[in-house]
T-cell receptor
Framework: NAGVMQNPRHLVRRRGQEARLRCSPM?????VYWYRQLPEEGLKFMVY????????ESGMPKERFSAEFPKEGPSILRIQQVVRGDSAAYFC????????????FGQGTRLTVV | DQQVKQNSPSLSVQEGRISILNCDYT??????FLWYKKYPAEGPTFLIS?????DKNEDGRFTVFLNKSAKHLSLHIVPSQPGDSAVYFC???????????FGTGTRLKVLA
């Protein structure tokens, strides 16, 4: 899973600021997934993207959260006007195919909102 | 509604013995299951998977068993090693989709 690169590893934001989390998938992978892990909980699906397309964002909060995976460059998860409840570990995963193939995870970005 | 449940938050096992981690699910439309291992401050690492058409899959020290009638799967690690100490997550995939539904994890501690 070292092939999926996330940055930054740690991000501290004050309430009301914007957080931008980046994810570069493994080479050859065109499917990107974002998951969030709250303290003492499992990982929760947020969004699934392919290049330039959002395929499923059913796990994304309706407001303040957005994601993109442009033709060039990394996938970005953006959280606007962060609140304390956004503090969590955000993991990106990538895979070469859809269902039936294991996804490889990055090391995560730990967001702390103060 | 927790569709994938890992009812044991923690497990301690002596080095060299077998570790058995359990996972229950409620949705009969899940057709693919995976186990991931996670160390603190790292991302989950894929361990082993199983399709619903099988009841067992083995890879080295790791074996996953699937009992569809009971909606239960388990991960066996034998022999257990101190380096296996981590949090283990099971995940299920709904047929025709790509979303992983994760359990809440079991923290395994292998005692030397």
């Amino acid at each position: 899973n070292a092939g999926v690169m996330q940055n930054p590893r740690h991000l501290v934001r004050r309430r009301g600021q914007e957080a931008r989390l980046r994810c570069s998938p493994m080479k050859g992978h065109s499917h990107v997934y974002w998951y969030r892990q709250l303290p003492e909980e499992g990982l929760k699906f947020m969004v699934y993207l392919q290049k330039e397309n959002i395929i499923d964002e059913s796990g994304m909060p309706k407001e303040r959260f957005s994601a993109e995976f442009p033709k060039e460059g990394p996938s970005i998860l953006r959280i606007q006007q962060v609140v304390r409840g956004d503090s969590a570990a955000y993991f990106c995963a990538s895979s070469p195919n859809r269902a039936g193939t294991e996804a490889f995870f990055g090391q995560g970005t730990r967001l702390t909102v103060v | 509604d927790q569709q994938v449940k890992q009812n044991s938050p923690s497990l301690s096992v002596q080095e060299g013995r077998i570790s058995i981690l359990n996972c229950d699910y409620t949705n009969s439309m899940f057709d693919y299951f995976l186990w991931y291992k996670k160390y603190p401050a790292e991302g989950p690492t894929f361990l082993i998977s199983i399709s619903s058409i099988k009841d067992k899959n083995e890879d080295g020290r790791f074996t996953v068993f699937l009992n569809k009638s009971a909606k239960h799967l388990s991960l066996h690690i034998v022999p257990s090693q101190p380096g296996d100490s981590a949090v283990y997550f099971c995940a299920a995939v709904l047929s025709g989709t790509y979303k992983y539904i994760f359990g809440t994890g079991t923290r395994l501690k292998v005692l030397a």
